[in-house]
């Protein structure tokens, strides 16, 4: 946002600065006269500052103060309504007041262990040498308190006006210090629309393989705030080219297959990020054909996201050059779900994360061949029982994967989707498949066949949920003949 004058720029950002903290300065300044009275410097500093320039809205009010956490401990007690230490040995102690929280820190002067990239945790004598240690000079900016001075020490003003990232100290001591601050720039990149600094990138570059004393939990935060962020595609880019993504995400720069001289297969790479650009768009209420409400993933949506950055992982695995000149990749929906899968554990991601994801990775292919094929509904009703509740996400991911710039293709493809979206409302309609079951339940089907509880029970369950699915609504009498009649098949049948 940089203009002719950087004055103009400055008296800007200034004015949008003082009017978004406006609700919250009263309490600031209370605090600050608090701090005062009894001889302690205070300070609003890092993201609540940064957003207030930027007229972006923060929940956050971070304070920094030249008292020991005993004593601040001391001074929030009568004031708050409730406080807490969880953070007292990094000296950081928490309040809150009315519905305001807030998190005062002694000013610190960390020393990193090299090998651990630990902090030695030690307490600083000064704000601009607390300000040094923050990860980039946009976060490096304070307003004392109750004064309401701007302290700039380091260019954070002139960053934010040129929307640029750059370190307080030098980049290779910056990420020396802490290698996740690396992970940090790309998800500020995309966060906030930022640049980043010459110097930072080659930092990132030369520092890439130091990421890996970073912990796993640590890197899966900073990747998911970055996929939640309005633009991931420039965070993600970032990681690929500086090669951080090689220790952190390689499945990702994995996609950057070479392209032949006859252009014989997509960039998966650039395919794969603008799948994950459309399934964005496709987030929050969308008409579905057939229904009377709008349908809602609401966003943003990590399963969705991570789904659509991950759903050709298995090409580089898979792909073979065929005799008549075409690229196949057969099969890499299955390779890719276990990939994924792998992925997101060694990241740490929850459980119920990884499983949809890895789901939704298998299933993206399902519905290509729907147009020619000329599904029946048995065919439908597996689609969506095998979606289960990722349908919605299924939805929008398979829309999101045509990336083609063939017109006429592209509008075939999402005419033929409309027509499956329709016919699964009707059906769902029609059968109220949402909740589809065998017409026997388990107590049923092993009264019919005067059997217990078990792997034979189980068989003959599934084996009732496929001739649902298969014959749609037939009434427990057919159930139960259809059961009989595979019951006689099978070898138990003669020994009970």
Same mark, same amino acid.
């Given at each position: 946002m940089p203009t002719s004058d950087p004055s103009d720029s400055y008296d800007a950002l200034r004015r949008r600065a003082v009017s978004h903290l406006a609700p919250s300065l009263p309490l600031l300044q209370e605090l600050g006269d608090l701090f005062a009275a009894a001889g302690h410097e205070l300070a609003l500093v890092g993201g609540p500052v940064r957003d207030a320039f930027l007229g972006r809205s923060s929940h956050d009010l971070d304070l920094t103060t030249s008292a020991t956490p005993d004593q601040t401990e001391a001074l929030l007690k009568p004031w708050a309504s409730a406080t807490w230490d969880i953070g007292r040995d990094f000296g950081t102690i928490g309040a809150r007041k009315g519905d305001s929280v807030v998190e005062v820190t002694t000013y610190r002067s960390d020393v990193y262990d090299r090998q651990s990239r630990k902090p030695q945790v030690a307490f600083g004598d000064s704000l601009e040498d607390d300000l040094v240690r923050r990860d980039f000079t946009v976060n490096a900016m304070a307003l004392r308190l109750p004064s309401l001075d701007f302290v700039d020490p380091y260019g954070g003003i002139a960053a934010l006006a040129a929307r640029t990232l750059m370190t307080p100290s030098p980049p290779e001591v910056s990420f020396g210090d802490d290698p996740l601050r690396m992970m940090r720039a790309a998800r500020f990149a995309a966060q906030l629309g930022f640049a980043v600094d010459p110097r930072v990138r080659a930092a990132m570059s030369e520092l890439a393989s130091s990421i890996e004393m970073i912990s796993a939990e640590r890197v899966r935060d900073e990747l998911i705030k970055l996929l939640l962020s309005p633009d991931p595609r420039s965070g993600l880019t970032l990681l690929v080219d500086t090669g951080i993504a090689d220790y952190v995400l390689p499945e990702l720069p994995a996609l950057r297959l070479e392209v032949d001289e006859h252009h014989r297969h997509k960039d998966v790479y650039e395919h794969s990020l603008t799948v994950l650009e459309q399934a964005m768009a496709l987030e929050g209420p969308r008409v579905v054909p057939g229904l009377d409400e709008p349908e809602l993933v609401g966003g943003p949506d990590l399963v969705l996201r991570l789904a659509a950055l991950l759903h050709d992982v298995g090409k580089p695995a898979t792909r073979r050059f065929e005799s008549g000149g075409g690229v196949s990749f057969h099969h890499h929906e299955m390779v890719g779900a276990k990939l994924a899968r /792998?992925?997101? &554990?060694? @990241?740490?991601?929850? /459980?119920?994360?990884?499983?949809?994801?890895? &789901?939704?990775?298998?299933?993206? @292919?399902?519905?290509?061949?729907?147009?020619?094929?000329?599904?029946?509904? $048995?065919?439908?009703?597996?689609?969506?029982?095998?979606?289960?509740?990722?349908?919605?996400?299924?939805?929008?991911?398979?829309? $999101?994967?045509?990336?083609?710039?063939?017109?006429? /293709?592209?509008?075939?493809?999402?005419? $033929?989707?409309?027509?499956?979206?329709?016919?699964?409302?009707? @059906?769902?309609?029609?059968?109220? @498949?949402?909740?589809v079951r065998p017409e026997l339940d388990g107590n049923q089907i092993a009264e019919a066949l005067q059997i217990r509880p078990g792997p034979v029970l189980g068989r003959a369950y599934k084996h009732l949920l496929a001739y649902r699915l298969d014959h749609g609504p037939v009434g427990e009498d057919a159930a139960r003949e259809e059961l009989l009649r595979w019951w006689a098949e099978q070898p138990e049948s003669s020994a009970s």
């Open positions: /792998k992925r997101l &554990r060694a @990241l740490r991601f929850d /459980k119920a994360t990884i499983n949809d994801v890895s &789901r939704l990775t298998e299933l993206h @292919l399902r519905f290509h061949g729907y147009g020619d094929a000329q599904w029946t509904d $048995s065919a439908v009703r597996r689609y969506i029982t095998d979606a289960g509740p990722l349908l919605s996400r299924l939805h929008l991911l398979t829309r $999101s994967d045509c990336t083609t710039r063939n017109r006429r /293709k592209a509008a075939a493809l999402a005419a $033929s989707y409309d027509g499956l979206e329709g016919r699964i409302a009707a @059906l769902r309609a029609q059968e109220e @498949l949402d909740a």
